[in-house]
């Protein structure tokens, strides 16, 4: 710049190189012929997740009991009671519990000397299919899958049939 009450005018004269827009100096910027195209953007593609299929678990052959249901495991089997007008207890003591097969259940804990299943078990000649401590009890006259509602139905229901359970542990040895 040039200003009148400068002693010497050449000191204020500032000359620019000129610059690139990324402030470099014209020695130091790319040749037009050496610039390189970028490849285009690639179009955003979604990719779905891949499709999970469950695989069902293997399970035992099934069988038929005497209820004639074909659905039952061969560690299940359906035990039917009738509750008598002389209001006979059923003789069980259970505990609500979760098992991992089979959802909400019932553990039979304790068997009483006297009381329905008793004399249901007394009646068995398949030692199979006798009520056992460590059973579970998974249905009660098709109800199932609240323990809760598995024992509002065993104390308003006469007759009950209930799909029993037997531990692998516990199944009771032919002989």
């Not at 002693?7 to 910027?29: T, Y």
């Not at 038929?64 to 089997?77: V, Y």
């Not at 006979?88 to 089979?102: F, P």
């Amino acid at each position: 710049m040039f200003c009148c009450c400068t002693e010497d005018p050449k000191d204020d004269i500032v000359i620019a190189e000129p610059k690139s827009a990324f402030g470099m100096s014209k020695e130091h910027a790319i040749e037009p012929s050496k610039v390189v195209e970028a490849a285009p953007p690639k179009e955003f593609v979604k990719e779905e997740p891949p499709v999970v299929v469950p695989v069902p678990p293997m399970e035992p052959p099934k069988t038929s009991d005497a209820s004639g249901r074909s659905d039952l495991k061969s560690w299940q089997f359906i035990a039917t009671i009738s509750k008598t007008p002389d209001g006979a207890k059923i003789g069980l003591d259970t505990v609500a519990r979760q098992t991992h097969h089979e959802g909400p259940c019932l553990k039979i804990k304790k068997l009483k000397e006297e009381g329905l299943i008793t004399i249901y078990n007394e009646s068995q000649t398949d030692e199979s299919k006798r009520v056992c401590i460590g059973d579970f009890i998974l249905e009660v006259n098709g109800v199932r899958g609240s323990t809760d509602e598995l024992y509002k139905v065993i104390g308003s229901s006469d007759v009950l049939s209930m799909l029993i359970s037997r531990p692998p542990s516990k199944t009771v040895p032919v002989e």
